[in-house]
Nanobody, 125 residues
Framework: VQLQASGGGFVQDGGSLRLSCAASGLTFTTYHTAWFRQSPGKEREFVGGISWSGDKIFYDDSVKGRFTVSRDNAKNTMYLQMNSLKPEDTAVYYC???????????????????WGKGTQVTVSS
């Protein structure tokens, strides 16, 4: 199983970025997917998640209204559109997948089954 996050970069305060997470080696439509992030000296935190069908989407309060999670099952890819970026959004962003019917919470990193390598997002003030 591989989850490959891409699209990170350097952006100014108020700017936008779109991250992608390409999945392979799994049946994408049997996995819910989510984005997490980790800043230096902090624990990894949940950003947003989406059910396998796309009918359930939820966010951490810190990004609600600014970030949008989506997925294209035909392309085995999840996205994170980030608008109105702030310096505090600076982090390494990770994508993760959780099997459908898992009893574990999706907004906790211990609840996820597979992880991709992260992509760095840096927002300058």
């Amino acid at each position: 199983v591989q989850l490959q996050a891409s699209g990170g970069g350097f952006v100014q305060d108020g700017g936008s970025l779109r991250l992608s997470c390409a999945a392979s080696g799994l049946t994408f439509t049997t996995y819910h997917t989510a984005w997490f992030r980790q800043s230096p000296g902090k624990e990894r935190e949940f950003v947003g998640g989406i059910s396998w069908s796309g009918d359930k989407i939820f966010y951490d309060d810190s990004v609600k209204g600014r970030f949008t999670v989506s997925r294209d099952n035909a392309k085995n890819t999840m996205y994170l559109q980030m608008n109105s970026l702030k310096p505090e959004d600076t982090a390494v962003y990770y994508c993760a997948a959780q099997r459908d019917h898992s009893p574990m919470p999706m907004n906790k990193d211990y609840g996820m089954d597979y992880w991709g390598k992260g992509t760095q997002v840096t927002v300058s003030s």
